[in-house]
């Protein structure tokens, strides 16, 4: 069964840092596009970082470039999100994307709605 598991939410202060991790069981991460996303209560979801496993090209929304850090790890099946410098505004349930994308050029980032599997999220809270 291919599953994504998130974890590493929690609550924070201002400033503060966390890292994300999202784990996939099932299947290997190899040839995949694994994206971030969040959503804020009485918000639209929206897409935050992208990675492709092959390669390791990555994007960021504006919102988070320069704070936010994703990365791979092919060893351990596993991506993480850093989020640095948070903010009130970061506060949102955050959840992980995978497609299988072996066929799409290596800055290939899917439409939320493009992605087939998708983790339960963690929720990340941050105090003023």
């Known amino acids: 069964q291919v599953q994504l598991v998130e974890s590493g939410g929690g609550v924070v202060q201002s400033g503060d840092s966390l890292r994300l991790s999202c784990a996939a069981s099932?299947?290997?991460?190899?040839?995949?596009?694994i994206g971030w996303f969040r959503q804020a209560p009485g918000k639209e979801r929206e897409a935050v970082s992208c990675?492709?496993?092959?390669?390791?090209?990555?994007y960021y929304a504006d919102s988070v470039k320069g704070c936010f850090t994703v990365s791979r790890d092919r060893t351990k099946n596993t991506v993480s999100l850093l989020l640095d410098a948070l903010r009130p505004e970061d506060t949102a349930i955050y959840y992980c994307?995978?497609?299988?994308?072996?066929?799409?050029?290596?800055?290939?980032?899917?439409?939320?709605?493009?992605?087939?599997?998708w983790g339960q999220g963690t929720q990340v809270t941050v105090s003023s």
């Open positions: 994307a995978g497609k299988y994308a072996r066929d799409r050029p290596p800055t290939y980032c899917p439409r939320g709605s493009d992605y087939p599997a």
């Open positions: 099932g299947f290997t991460l190899d040839y995949y596009a």
């Open positions: 990675v492709n496993m092959t390669d390791g090209s990555t």
